[in-house]
Each structure stands twice: as structure tokens, then as C-alpha cells.
């Protein structure tokens, strides 16, 4: 979707659902007889998985009130928001300047982007009041710890903010709203993108068009989570888990690699008679 073409045709090409399918026929030229949907199998890991820490045990070591919700923003890839900061500065102070009481004071954690994160070093959100920037190096979650601190970050939020990054959809997994807001400065990243659209347009996000209508947004969904639960179930499974929402993607994808394989030896063996 979002790399460069195909440039030799392979003998299979997985994918994992309808959309990428016909990306693959339409940009990619491949056959569709060489084309099998998977769903995906990277993002098995989370539907089973249960928090490392209670909702308090994990304020505490991240360093946000106990007794408000909290709020996390998503930091993106350098190349989506190379200079996130200022953003997030003007988003936290919206919140705080709303009439809202519960933006006023509502905990907000950031989560820099493990490939953009020194940008963070030394920024300090000290003065909004529960604000807490975790991992401050960033962290790629691909097991232990990190992946802990990711997966228990995402499930005792309230929602999930951001402008364009994978784990809108981890978020989605987790059936958390997730809100975005189409910024001028982003707009090649976010709209520009054909990726952002499929998030879009299969209803995982909660877009605005500015602060205003993004608070407003904001405040309906979290009055009324139960509003948005369904929209998001029917994304995640038609976009993550296309065969059902119990059925695991990596079983599906080891057997077409083992088919492929079968395939090619026979097909080899063949060849040398």
C-alpha cells in the first residue's frame, strides 16, 4: 500500500484482507489466482492478551494520576510527523483551555514513536498538569517489557489520539475509539497517504477537521463509547481478521506458505524427470 512496486511477480502474494487484494491486482499487477488473504497475522498476539498491570499499577509507573482517565496519543513514524511536538503542545492546550471540566483535568500519556523519538528529550508538559511522556527513549514493542508497556498503555486508556500510525489499529483491537485530526502541516501524510483512507473509510477513526470540532467529537464518543463499539468490530474484522473475528491469521498463513512449498517441489521434481 504505502512502498514501493513489485517489481519481479512472486509466485504467491499474501495479504490480509479484500482491500490489499485488489491493491495488489490494480498497483501491483499480480495475479489474482496468486493472491491469498491471510488476514493479519502480526496483530494475532493481541486478541488474547490480558494486561500486565492493574489500572493504578500502571499510572503509577508512568506517572499519572490515579483517579482521572487518561488519554493516549500516539506518536508517528518520522516519516507521517517529523515534528510532532508542537502538535501535541497545541492539542494538550486545547484540552486544558476547554469548558469542559473533564478535559481540564483529564491525564494525558504520550507515547513517542520508537523511530522518532529524540525529538522528546528534553520537551517538559509539566505545566498542563497530568501529562506524562513514556517511554521518553521510545520502545519497539516486540515482546517482554516493551510490549507489555505498549499493550497495557493502549487497554487502561479512555481512547486513543494520533495522526497517522499502526497502532491506531492495535487500538482498534482493543476496541478503543480513535480519534485523529486532520492537521495542515500533516496533509501529505495523512490524506496523501492511501493507507490513512483505508482507516478512514472503514470507520476505525473518529476524524475532525480542527481542535474545536475535535473536542466536541471527543466528549460525545467518551459520554457514549458503546456509539462507536460496532463500527469498530466491523473494521477490525473485515481489515485484521477477514475468515472471523475468533479465527487466528497465522495458521492461515503458515499453511500457504506450506502449500507453496509442496507446490514448488513437485512442480521441481517434475522438471528433473
Given at each position: 500500500?504505502?512502498?514501493?512496486?513489485?517489481?519481479?511477480?512472486?509466485?504467491?502474494?499474501?495479504?490480509?484482507n479484500t482491500i490489499q487484494q485488489e491493491e495488489a491486482v490494480a498497483l501491483h499487477r499480480i495475479d489474482p489466482s496468486k493472491i491469498v488473504i491471510s488476514g493479519a497475522q502480526c496483530y494475532d498476539r493481541l486478541f488474547a492478551r490480558r494486561p500486565?498491570?492493574?489500572?493504578?499499577?500502571?499510572?503509577?509507573?508512568?506517572?499519572?494520576?490515579?483517579?482521572?482517565?487518561?488519554?493516549?496519543?500516539?506518536?508517528?513514524?518520522?516519516?507521517?510527523?517529523?515534528?510532532?511536538?508542537?502538535?501535541?503542545?497545541?492539542?494538550?492546550?486545547?484540552?486544558?483551555?476547554?469548558?469542559?471540566?473533564?478535559?481540564?483535568?483529564?491525564?494525558?500519556?504520550?507515547?513517542?514513536?520508537?523511530?522518532?523519538?529524540?525529538?522528546?528529550?528534553?520537551?517538559?508538559?509539566?505545566?498542563?498538569?497530568?501529562?506524562?511522556?513514556?517511554?521518553?527513549?521510545?520502545?519497539?514493542?516486540?515482546?517482554?517489557?516493551?510490549?507489555?508497556?505498549?499493550?497495557?498503555?493502549?487497554?487502561?486508556?479512555?481512547?486513543?489520539?494520533?495522526?497517522?500510525?499502526?497502532?491506531?489499529?492495535?487500538?482498534?483491537?482493543?476496541?478503543?475509539?480513535?480519534?485523529?485530526?486532520?492537521?495542515?502541516?500533516?496533509?501529505?501524510?495523512?490524506?496523501?497517504?492511501?493507507?490513512?483512507?483505508?482507516?478512514?473509510?472503514?470507520?476505525?477513526?473518529?476524524?475532525?477537521?480542527?481542535?474545536?470540532?475535535?473536542?466536541?467529537?471527543?466528549?460525545?464518543?467518551?459520554?457514549?463509547?458503546?456509539?462507536?463499539?460496532?463500527?469498530?468490530?466491523?473494521?477490525?474484522?473485515?481489515?485484521?481478521?477477514?475468515?472471523?473475528?475468533?479465527?487466528?491469521?497465522?495458521?492461515?498463513?503458515?499453511?500457504?506458505?506450506?502449500?507453496?512449498?509442496?507446490?514448488?517441489?513437485?512442480?521441481?521434481a517434475e522438471t528433473v524427470r
Amino acid at each position: 500500500t504505502n512502498k514501493s512496486l513489485i517489481q519481479t511477480e512472486p509466485d504467491s502474494v499474501l495479504v490480509w484482507n479484500t482491500i490489499q487484494q485488489e491493491e495488489a491486482v490494480a498497483l501491483h499487477r499480480i495475479d489474482p489466482s496468486k493472491i491469498v488473504i491471510s488476514g493479519a497475522q502480526c496483530y494475532d498476539r493481541l486478541f488474547a492478551r490480558r494486561p500486565s498491570t492493574s489500572s493504578k499499577e500502571f499510572r503509577r509507573k508512568v506517572g499519572l494520576p490515579l483517579a482521572t482517565p487518561f488519554l493516549l496519543y500516539l506518536c508517528s513514524s518520522r516519516f507521517i510527523a517529523p515534528h510532532e511536538v508542537d502538535f501535541i503542545r497545541q492539542w494538550i492546550m486545547c484540552l486544558r483551555n476547554s469548558e469542559d471540566p473533564k478535559f481540564q483535568k483529564i491525564g494525558v500519556l504520550v507515547r513517542p514513536h520508537p523511530q522518532n523519538a529524540s525529538q522528546w528529550r528534553d520537551v517538559n508538559f509539566a505545566n498542563y498538569g497530568n501529562v506524562a511522556i513514556y517511554p521518553r527513549r521510545g520502545a519497539n514493542p516486540v515482546g517482554g517489557d516493551s510490549l507489555n508497556d505498549f499493550f497495557d498503555s493502549m487497554y487502561h486508556s479512555a481512547a486513543t489520539v494520533g495522526i497517522n500510525t499502526s497502532p491506531m489499529i492495535e487500538s482498534g483491537i482493543l476496541n478503543k475509539p480513535v480519534f485523529t485530526i486532520l492537521a495542515p502541516e500533516f496533509r501529505d501524510t495523512q490524506e496523501g497517504t492511501l493507507h490513512f483512507h483505508h482507516l478512514a473509510a472503514g470507520g476505525l477513526l473518529n476524524i475532525s477537521h480542527d481542535l474545536d470540532e475535535h473536542l466536541n467529537q471527543l466528549g460525545r464518543v467518551l459520554s457514549d463509547q458503546e456509539s462507536c463499539q460496532a463500527r469498530i468490530k466491523h473494521f477490525i474484522q473485515s481489515f485484521v481478521r477477514p475468515h472471523g473475528l475468533d479465527i487466528e491469521c497465522t495458521p492461515i498463513f503458515v499453511e500457504a506458505v506450506e502449500n507453496l512449498n509442496q507446490r514448488s517441489v513437485s512442480s521441481s521434481a517434475e522438471t528433473v524427470r
